[in-house]
């Protein structure tokens, strides 16, 4: 088992910066990918950013250039730097990990941005 406790979200203006963290415990090993994925009102989740093993990203074309994944090299942390955040950006932000065939979620996060 993975457990995931995502931080940081917030409120800011449009045009901000926020940082969101997640917390890993539990099982760690053999997580494949750790992901970002966002939920807004009414909409699907979709996908925001990926984090392979071999350090491979992977963004949606909606966050490139502006948002980045990364993880601590004890790989219990995973981070989402967000910048230049638009209205549009507003969701409940969930960090994800996939180990072998089980994929752990965490609960989530709130991100509002203000235009």
């Known amino acids: 088992q993975v457990q995931l406790v995502e931080s940081g979200g917030g409120s800011v203006q449009a045009g901000g910066s926020l940082r969101l963290s997640c917390a890993a415990s539990?099982?760690?090993?053999?997580?494949?990918?750790v992901a970002w994925h966002r939920q807004a009102p009414g909409k699907q989740r979709e996908l925001v950013a990926s984090l392979t093993s071999s350090d491979r990203t992977n963004y949606a074309d909606s966050v490139k250039g502006r948002f980045t994944i990364s993880r601590n090299n004890a790989k219990t942390m995973v981070y989402l730097q967000m910048n230049s955040l638009k209205p549009e950006d507003a969701a409940v932000y969930y960090c994800?990990?996939?180990?072998?065939?089980?994929?752990?979620w965490g609960r989530g996060t709130q991100v509002t941005v203000s235009s």
């Open positions: 994800a990990a996939a180990q072998q065939r089980n994929t752990y």
């Open positions: 539990g099982f760690l090993s053999n997580i494949n990918t």
